[in-house]
């Protein structure tokens, strides 16, 4: 651990912290809106991390202190924690002690320090690296024994029940999961696996990530209500979700149902199509073939999905008019960032073009970076 993580530790909680972890934001390559419907996502994990410095309480206190949070220490009791009484930031570590001794583990009290370097709010998935940060250090401090998915599936739980967030399976794999230099291909109904290799700067092409520094909010029902019109649809469709359509019946699926759900469900069908193709192409070392299907993809969260907005829209296609090989919005959308495919010698004449395209339309200006495929939560020190 760095002498510096140490001396912000102490200063905070009166103590020496007994170790660091690390927990990675993600971009989902392909594979938006799928998780809440049984189906494909095709994440990886970021450079970009919520590190967190920790050591055992023995009197069963949890204190938790951010970074980037408003300069207070949130000081709980571990048997006084239930959905509803945190209401701030501090709401999504606490809630994965909840979590974990709601599940029965043996875990006890901590004092905890969180520093981060992920975009808040920006569809990189903050939320979901402050739980695995934390689900990863009282694993170890607390000697859990649990692996990396079952971590993911209680910091889910942790945002869902106790946040209030009705969010995917997604963000919580691509953080707990990942790994260095490929992407993660989860079935999100088994849970299944595969870490699939993605050297893009090998290839020729660079990720670039777009951050439109719109602010989404997924706790204002949008998000709840596009899952409950998957489910309607998946219901009238006498299915147990929308992955069990196959696409060869889509047409005809469609026409059973009123337009509000048909859009939605042309979206999740092809979505999922979407990320096999992918698969295919990056088993078969075809990067270039991804752009268009990004760029698909985009025009389908847009048009059937509607949860892209002027920003995104913009970005993606300022960015494919500047020779972007394909972009789309990542993340639940209604703003958040863009990703687009670019050959590494465009990458300055897409930014240029993005950013121009964003001073004229009014817009803020864009936040952008590379994105490498890295390592999901992980102990440092
Ligand atoms: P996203 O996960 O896309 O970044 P969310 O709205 O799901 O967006 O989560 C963002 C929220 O997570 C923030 O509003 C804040 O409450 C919390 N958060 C994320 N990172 C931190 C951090 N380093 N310190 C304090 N709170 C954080
Ligand atoms: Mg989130």
Redesign the pocket.
Known sequence: MTDQAAIDFEAVHGARPSGVWAAP?RVNLIGEHTDYNDGFVLPIALPHT?KVTARRREDARVRLY????DGTITELALDGLAPGVVT??AA?PAGVFWALAEAGHAVGGADLF???D?????????????ECATAAALNDLYGLGLSAPELALLAQRAENAFVG?P?GVM?QMASACCTDGTALFLDTRTLEQRHVPLDLEAAGFRLLVIDTRVK????DGAYAALRAGCEQAAELLGLDALRDLPPADLTAALERLPDDLARLVRHVVTENRRVAETIEHLDGGRIAELGPILTAGHASLRDDFRVSCPETDLAVEAAVAAGALGARMT??GFG?SVIALVATADVEAVLDAVRSAFGSAGFAAPVAFTAVPSAGARRLA
């Open positions: 934001g919520v951010s970074a980037q949070g701030s930031w999504y969180f520093d981060s992920v975009p808040t709010g920006a569809g990189l998935s903050s939320s979901a690296a402050l967030v969010c963000d989404h909010d997924l706790g993340g639940g958040g």
